[in-house]
């Protein structure tokens, strides 16, 4: 069964940076719109940015200019960079995807196990 893995959070700074990363367990030979959410303690979970199969993106306002979305098709990833972080950033940090075709089958709607993200001094 194919799973999505996730790294790259921490503790940070205001005003620093990280790089999330989200790989596929298993090679995949597609995969379709990839997603990164976040929920912050006591908030609903909410999308942060979407990147199509094609390359297409699109962000939260409350992110853009800030954060970068990214895929790697070649080794199965999705990557979050997020500069110019805020404590408002801080939250669990989810990857998603709607549909993988891996050498274990075709899988849909998954979601990764969260990452923490910390902004404070």
């Known amino acids: 069964q194919v799973q999505l893995v996730e790294s790259g959070g921490g503790l940070v700074q205001p005003g620093g940076s990280l790089r999330l990363s989200c790989a596929a367990s298993?090679?995949?030979?597609?995969?379709?719109?990839m997603d990164w959410y976040r929920q912050a303690p006591g908030a609903q979970r909410e999308l942060v940015a979407r990147i199509t199969a094609g390359g297409s993106t699109n962000y939260a306002d409350s992110v853009k200019g800030r954060f970068t979305i990214s895929r790697d098709s070649t080794k199965s990833t999705v990557y979050l960079q997020m500069n110019s972080l805020r404590p408002e950033d801080t939250a669990v940090y989810y990857c998603h995807a709607d549909r993988i075709l891996s050498v274990v089958g075709y899988a849909n709607d998954l979601w990764g196990q969260g990452t923490q993200v910390t902004v404070s001094s």
């Open positions: 298993v090679s995949a030979f597609s995969i379709g719109v």
